[in-house]
């Protein structure tokens, strides 16, 4: 069995969502026998944005000599992601959404005929198959029935494209309050760390 675990903040080990997609991953090598891991930090080799070229060497132009070396890289984090039965993500909210460098990675795995497709029905995703884990952390409260949930963009963008490309049930981990203060930030990592402990097994 293959596990993908990716991080995205930039804070290195100051980081909430880091610590709790670490604990999520132990937690299943603990579990699964044999267990083998890839780990990718996007934010210590970021992925370039898409751009123009990107896309015109995606409808088959050659590509620019500069662009090689990305889009190798992006191929094998899709060929990653594809290959993974389980996929854990850390994701921490940057101005009510995700970290571009996320952005970036999400950018390289969402393709049209590798991990979803059109159809007479409209879209259909290709990668039910995995289990999604998403370790969640927000510096306010942003959750349902809150006076800022109008303006959260990380979960919800979150269910909607591992949704669209099939993962119908991905599992959030949240550490919501961090930045309202220390005592709280360490409540909410203590709760999130043992969520993680309490995961079901792969």
Do not use: C
């Not at 909430?16 to 044999?34: E, F, H, M, Y």
């Not at 050659?62 to 994701?91: K, S």
């Not at 950018?107 to 969640?136: C, H, M, S, W």
Request: hydrophobic share 45%; proline share 5%; aromatic share 8%.
């Amino acid at each position: 069995m293959k596990l993908l675990h990716i991080d995205s903040s930039v804070l290195g080990p100051h980081s909430v969502s880091r610590q709790v997609s670490a604990a999520i991953v132990d937690r299943l090598r603990q579990a699964t026998p044999n267990l083998e891991i890839v780990y990718r930090d996007l934010a210590s080799t970021p992925l370039a944005h898409l751009s123009g070229l990107h896309l015109a060497a995606a409808q088959g132009a050659a590509p620019d000599a500069a662009l090689r070396e990305d889009l190798t890289a992006g191929q094998a984090m899709l060929d990653e992601f594809l290959e993974a039965d389980i996929v854990v993500v850390g994701a921490p909210m940057y101005n009510f959404t995700i970290p571009s460098q996320l952005k970036a990675w999400i950018d390289r795995i969402v393709v049209r005929g590798k991990t979803f497709k059109y159809g007479a029905q409209g879209p259909e995703g290709l990668a039910g198959n995995k289990r999604v884990i998403l370790a969640i952390s927000r510096g306010g409260f942003y959750g349902a029935g809150t006076p800022a949930a109008v303006g959260e963009h990380l979960e919800t963008y979150l269910r909607w494209v591992f949704g669209f490309i099939g993962v119908t049930n991905p599992e959030f981990i949240f550490a919501d309050g961090i930045q309202v203060g220390p005592e709280h930030r360490e409540k909410a990592l203590a709760g999130a760390l043992l969520a993680a402990t309490n995961l079901r097994a792969a």
